[in-house]
T-cell receptor, first 110, second 109 residues
Framework: DVKVTQSSRYLVKRTGEKVFLECVQD?????MFWYRQDPGLGLRLIYF???????EKGDIPEGYSVSREKKERFSLILESASTNQTSMYLC?????????FGSGTQLSVL | RKEVEQDPGPFNVPEGATVAFNCTYS??????FFWYRQDCRKEPKLLMS???SGNEDGRFTAQLNRASQYISLLIRDSKLSDSATYLC??????????FGSGTKLNVKP
């Protein structure tokens, strides 16, 4: 089975802090994604990466950056956390038309 | 206009009932279609892909209507364990996925 692991299940940060969300997949997938999920809005794509050091903006990239130095790891960075970034963050990898999600990180920014 | 529209529900049905959800999409160039299931406080997981000719997996049947731009999911003989949120997903332009906000299903004993 594909395993996508997100480093933290719950995270509480203060406004202005720099936040790192880590995601690791063990199936050598090229494509990886970061989404956020908010009630009533569904999943929205923040960034995706189709190879090491390759990245593309999704629909809501503002306030975020990403890093993909190794194929298995895709990191989401909040440069200066704000309260409107309080959300559930889901990482996914993709192969054979399937998206495999991590268990999510519920981030609260106070 | 949202790319994907789904009735949020909740749909409250008794065990054994048949229930159906629809999901409309606005981008006619959408290429692939899926239903995902998401349990409370868990990640989404693929339930089934949706093919042009329609497809069935046990008690679940998925249909695609390209002319009217919607997909549907039919669940027969509902079980308590079917209680979850069902997300429709469209793939457009390789690797660009649009998610509906989900339809919540509660199956009652």
């Amino acid at each position: 089975d594909v395993k996508v692991t997100q480093s933290s299940r719950y995270l509480v940060k203060r406004t202005g802090e720099k936040v790192f969300l880590e995601c690791v997949q063990d199936m050598d997938h090229e494509n990886m994604f970061w989404y956020r999920q908010d009630p009533g809005l569904g999943l929205r794509l923040i960034y995706f990466s189709y190879d090491v050091k390759m990245k593309e903006k999704g629909d809501i990239p503002e306030g975020y950056s990403v890093s993909r130095e190794k194929k298995e790891r895709f990191s989401l960075i909040l440069e200066s956390a704000s309260t409107n970034q309080t959300s559930m963050y889901l990482c996914a990898s993709h192969a054979d038309e399937k998206l495999f999600f991590g268990s999510g990180t519920q981030l609260s920014v106070l | 206009r949202k790319e994907v529209e789904q009735d949020p529900g909740p749909f409250n049905v008794p065990e054994g009932a048949t229930v159906a959800f629809n999901c409309t999409y606005s981008n006619s160039a959408s290429q692939s279609f899926f239903w995902y299931r998401q349990d409370c406080r868990k990640e989404p997981k693929l339930l089934m892909s949706v093919y042009s000719s329609g497809n069935e997996d046990g008690r679940f049947t998925a249909q695609l209507n390209r002319a009217s731009q919607y997909i549907s999911l039919l669940i027969r003989d509902s079980k308590l364990s079917d209680s979850a949120t069902y997300l429709c997903v469209f793939e457009y332009n390789f690797n660009k996925f649009y998610f509906g906000s989900g339809t919540k299903l509660n199956v009652k004993p």
